[in-house]
């Protein structure tokens, strides 16, 4: 059991939260090892294991530091990166290249310079004029990059619109349009800089149901046909994205991976049994579903304000510097008074951060123990997207990130300074 209540105090992964809280500060983001592990053992016992020719490149974006990349290469995962930040990240840990995939809508001529030099393993094309950039780097530098087009489905899902990525109007992918795909396919095939690999979609993310992945993947499937049909040409591979939801509240109804995939891999089979070809590899791309539940985050609880008849608000010392996803995304989460695991739930109150917007709230209307100053708050299902989406909003400093395995914790990445927060600022001569 990763979470557990032991004399009326939160544990995580045999870890004691309000010590935690004690020793590294907080806010503080905790994750746990043993979870992150579980996760991409259940990704290599229900897909990479199961199914041969499969990769599964876990999507930094969730949450990358230079331990998760150590993590991430030792349970047999690769990595997908979307900037030169990310992939330099995994250059810093060692990372092997040919593991690495690049992901993005508008990479730099810098960025995909640093990727090339690297030798990184795939470079999703996002659109038609970076596949003229990636060529011109590769002609100068005498080498060949394998690359992927990412293409835009067509199909919208069932999340919130900001994470929704599959649909026509779209920022991502290039449009299935004959006049634009064909002529795309073609020049990958015959340029000598090239390793045409095949397609990428993904279609967005928090999914709780697989219809728009399989109809995404009836889209794809229809390409892969069209481009052996014109052109005798049979790509070797197929990417076809993460967005698998995972569990915040109760209300989330979590499939399995297998849920998922196995109907996908079953009409891939099928397909390619009818084209008489061998099976594309498969690779997805997961990143929330092998981090988000896997981590915590810690405040202290501060001012409490009961406004009578109206709301009681529970403040924390972090907010949406740490987490903007409920501002962001209105997205809910679930937490309790960690020093108080046991008692009962009898106060209805709204967990507010400490940054200066109204909208910088939490949890709306949580059930939690009666709480006082001082006490410490736990917000469950962090994992993904907090840290790595953390501002320095009212210059207020990163939080700290423990990983902790088995009762014993580590941290990962330091709490920022002050002084860090200022490290570039420069005061111009003129107002010296
Ligand atoms: N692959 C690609 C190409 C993606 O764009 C994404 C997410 C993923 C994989 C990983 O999706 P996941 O398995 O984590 O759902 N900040 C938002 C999520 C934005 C996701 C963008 N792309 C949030 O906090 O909900």
């Known amino acids: 059991m990763i979470k557990e209540i032991k004399n009326n105090i939160l544990y995580f992964d045999g870890c004691n939260t309000v010590e935690l809280a004690e020793k590294y500060g907080t806010p503080l983001y905790v994750m746990s090892e043993t979870a992150i592990v579980e996760k991409c053992k259940e990704i290599r016992d229900t897909f990479l294991n199961k199914y041969e020719r499969t990769r599964a490149a876990y999507a930094a974006k969730a949450f990358l530091t230079l331990s998760m990349c150590r993590i991430i290469e030792r349970e047999g995962l690769c990595l997908d990166v979307v900037s030169g930040g990310e992939l330099y ?35 999703i094309v996002d659109g038609l004029d970076e596949l003229d950039i990636i060529e011109g780097i590769c002609k100068k530098k005498g080498k060949k990059t394998n690359i992927l087009y990412r293409i835009t489905p067509g199909v919208k899902s069932d999340s919130h619109d900001y994470i929704v990525t599959g649909k026509k109007d779209s920022k991502f992918g290039i449009p299935l349009d004959d006049e634009v795909i064909f002529p795309a396919i073609e020049k990958a095939i015959n340029s000598p800089h090239i390793n045409f690999m095949g397609f990428h979609f ?13 109809k995404a993947l009836g889209t794809a499937l229809k390409l892969i046909k069209d481009i052996i049909d014109k052109y005798n040409y049979v790509t070797p591979e197929l990417n076809i994205g993460g967005g698998f939801g995972i569990k915040y509240t109760d209300d989330d109804d979590k499939k399995s991976y297998a849920y998922f995939l196995d109907p996908m891999m079953e009409r891939i089979e099928e397909f390619s049994k009818e084209m008489n070809i061998t ?46 996803r409920p501002a962001l995304y209105q997205a809910k989460y679930e937490g309790i008074v960690a020093n108080k695991a046991d008692m009962a739930k009898t106060d209805l109150v709204t967990i507010s951060g400490k940054c200066c917007e109204s909208g910088d709230i939490l949890i709306k209307d949580a059930h939690i123990a009666i709480a006082e100053r001082g006490d410490i708050f736990a917000v469950f299902s962090t994992g993904a997207y907090g840290y790595s989406m953390a501002s320095n909003y009212n210059k207020n400093p990163v939080p700290a990130t423990v990983l902790v395995k088995d009762g014993k914790s580590e941290i990962i990445v330091k709490r920022q300074t002050y002084d860090h927060m200022i490290a570039n600022e420069v005061i111009p001569e003129s107002l010296k």
């Open 89 to 123: 990240t995994a250059i810093k840990a060692n990372f092997p290249a040919e593991k690495i995939e690049f992901n993005g809508n508008n990479k730099s001529i810098g960025e995909l310079e640093l990727a090339i030099d690297y030798n990184i393993g795939r470079i």
């Open 202 to 214: 993904h279609v967005g993310s928090q999914l709780l149901n697989n219809e728009s992945h399989l």
């Open 279 to 324: 099976r594309p590899e498969i690779v997805i791309e997961p990143g929330r579903s092998i981090v988000g539940e896997s981590g915590i985050t810690l405040y202290t609880i501060g001012t409490i304000k009961d406004i009578k008849g109206i709301r009681k608000y529970v403040s924390v010392d972090g907010g949406m510097t740490d987490n903007i």
